[in-house]
């Protein structure tokens, strides 16, 4: 049985029902089998023993999704011993042109729209609109949670400083 968190984000003002648990600071990172642009699964074991950022956008052909891919591509050259993936619902094929165009190169965009596995497990599923809220977790390389922002609006950018000065301190110990 899937949790539903009534009301827990807005998208567009309008109050919308989350799938799937609300993860806190402390917790075991969930499982979750996603699909990199080539359609190979991604697991969180692949990226076993490193520091994760995942950044969690409803789609890459929007302005703030666009700005926050590009924003963590930035910081992930800046970064050593830290993985950084975008995760959204967009199709592989089209995440794929999407970095193409931009440009992005450190950044590995992965797709959950087959299953919504990353979704429900982190609790990122908008209900109605079968789209990812906009969030960000930082997983240790323990695989233990260390940072989490899931934006009260789903149009809104999210911190960006956090989450990189958490990866930071998560790949110093």
Request: charged letters at 25%.
């Amino acid at each position: 049985m899937t949790i539903e968190r009534e009301a827990a984000i807005t998208f567009k003002g309008a109050a919308k029902t989350l799938l799937g648990p609300e993860i806190k600071v402390g917790d075991q990172a969930p499982a979750f089998t996603v699909l990199a642009n080539d359609l190979s699964p991604v697991t969180l074991d692949d990226s076993e023993g490193q520091v994760r950022i995942i950044s969690v956008v409803p789609s890459l052909d929007t302005g703030v999704c666009d700005a926050q891919t590009r924003r963590f591509n930035e910081e992930a050259g800046n970064l050593d011993n830290v993985k950084v993936l975008t995760v959204s619902v967009d199709l592989p094929f089209a995440q794929k042109r999407w970095c193409g165009a931009a440009g992005i190169e450190q950044v590995q965009t992965v797709s959950d729209h087959r299953d919504l596995s990353f979704g429900t497990a982190y609790g990122v599923v908008i209900k109605d609109l079968r789209l990812l809220t906009r969030a960000v977790f930082v997983v240790d390389k323990n695989d233990k949670v260390v940072y989490v922002e899931y934006c009260s609006e789903a149009t809104n950018h999210p911190d960006y400083e956090a989450p990189v000065e958490a990866a930071k301190k998560a790949s110093q110990v």
